[in-house]
C-alpha cells in the first residue's frame, strides 16, 4: 500500500510540475499576442500556480499590461510582479 501512496504522490507531481508548464507556455503566448513587449525583456516563473514576473521594461503602462494580461488567465491562483520600470530601455 505504501508503493501506491509513493506512486500517488509522485504522481500528482508530475501533474503539478506539468501544470505549471502549460500554464507558463500559455503565460508566453498570452504576452506575445499583445505585441507590446519587447522579447527578452519579461521573464516569467510558474510554480503551484504562483506566477512570478520579473525583468524590466521601459513603462509602468506596460509593466501593468503585463500584469493584466496574466491575471486574466484562470489558472493564475497568485502573481508576484516584481518588473522594474527603467527608463534607459528603449521602447
Do not use: D, K, R, Y
Given at each position: 500500500m505504501v508503493v501506491v501512496r509513493e506512486f500517488?504522490?509522485?504522481s500528482q507531481?508530475?501533474?503539478?510540475?506539468l501544470n505549471d508548464m502549460r500554464?507558463?507556455?500559455?503565460?508566453?503566448?498570452?504576452?506575445?499576442r499583445?505585441?507590446?513587449?519587447?522579447?527578452g525583456s519579461i521573464q516569467i516563473t510558474v510554480q503551484d500556480s504562483t506566477v512570478?514576473?520579473?525583468?524590466?521594461?521601459a513603462s509602468y503602462y506596460l509593466k501593468?499590461?503585463?500584469q493584466t494580461v496574466v491575471l486574466h488567465?484562470?489558472?493564475?491562483n497568485f502573481l508576484r510582479n516584481e518588473i522594474r520600470v527603467s527608463k534607459y530601455i528603449e521602447s
Open positions: 500517488q504522490e509522485s507531481l508530475n501533474n503539478s510540475a500554464l507558463e507556455e500559455q503565460l508566453w503566448e498570452a504576452l506575445h499583445m505585441g507590446i513587449l519587447p522579447n512570478t514576473l520579473s525583468g524590466e521594461v501593468q499590461l503585463a488567465n484562470n489558472n493564475v
